[in-house]
């Protein structure tokens, strides 16, 4: 089992910015992946950023969305991945669900979430 801690969500204005948090604990595996999906009221989940990595390559994914505001980075000592937000969008308002994932055990879990209010 792995467990997720995410914290850093809150109520913040429009233009502003927030860094989440999502610490992984439990029975880790070497080379597991992390990211931050996001789902707003009536809507699908969707991907924010995602960060992968194997033995010779860790890259980065974000939804079209993002726009290069914001930056996903881990602290591998800690096991743990950050969200730095700028410049946010009402629309960018929603529950921001931290990910793991091993892709050789295809174990994956979910953090509990953490909510995001953006006010305009």
């Known amino acids: 089992q792995v467990q997720l801690v995410e914290s850093g969500g809150g109520l913040v204005q429009s233009g502003g910015a927030l860094r989440l948090s999502c610490a992984a604990s439990?029975?880790?595996?070497?080379?597991?992946?992390m990211g931050w999906y996001r789902q707003a009221p009536g809507k699908q989940r969707e991907l924010v950023a995602r960060?992968?990595?194997?033995?010779?390559?860790?890259?980065?994914k974000y939804g079209d969305f993002v726009k290069g505001r914001f930056t996903i980075s881990k602290d591998n000592a800690k096991n743990t991945v950050y969200l730095q937000m700028s410049s946010l969008k009402p629309e960018d308002t929603a529950v921001y669900y931290c990910?793991?994932?091993?892709?050789?055990?295809?174990?994956?879990?979910w953090g509990q979430g953490t909510q995001v209010t953006v006010s305009s």
């Open positions: 439990g029975s880790i595996f070497g080379f597991y992946n």
């Open positions: 960060m992968t990595s194997d033995t010779t390559l860790i890259s980065t």
């Open positions: 990910n793991y994932d091993e892709a050789v055990t295809r174990k994956n879990y």
